[in-house]
């Protein structure tokens, strides 16, 4: 599954949720975001929310993502687009005594 707010776009493998049995991630959620992410039929969904309701909400606060990796299965990676990140990591010398 998934879904964009402003500047992010997060993705959650929902083959992982079933086996999960702190959904950490949900109550992340609901502490440092708007509830955004709820449980329907065991499985985080933001479904209850159009897109723009989405957008509107978040906060891009991350938290879901990490209690997934801390507490989870490991389901949720978050891509936060930088433009121009990847130019300008090509720029930079590589270092290390090399």
Not at 9 to 33: G, M, Q, R, S, Y
Not at 49 to 59: A, I
């Amino acid at each position: 599954m998934d879904f964009k707010e402003r500047s992010i776009k997060v993705n959650i493998d929902i083959t992982k949720c079933p086996e999960c049995n702190t959904k950490a991630c949900v109550e992340a959620c609901k502490l440092f975001d708007r509830s955004i992410l709820q449980l329907k039929d065991g499985i985080p969904s933001v479904s209850h929310l159009s897109q723009e309701e989405v957008v509107k909400r978040g906060t891009e606060c991350l938290a879901c993502e990490y209690a997934c990796w801390k507490r989870g299965r490991q389901a949720i990676t978050i891509d936060i687009p930088i433009k121009g990140l990847d130019k300008y990591l090509k720029g930079i010398p590589l270092t290390g005594g090399h």
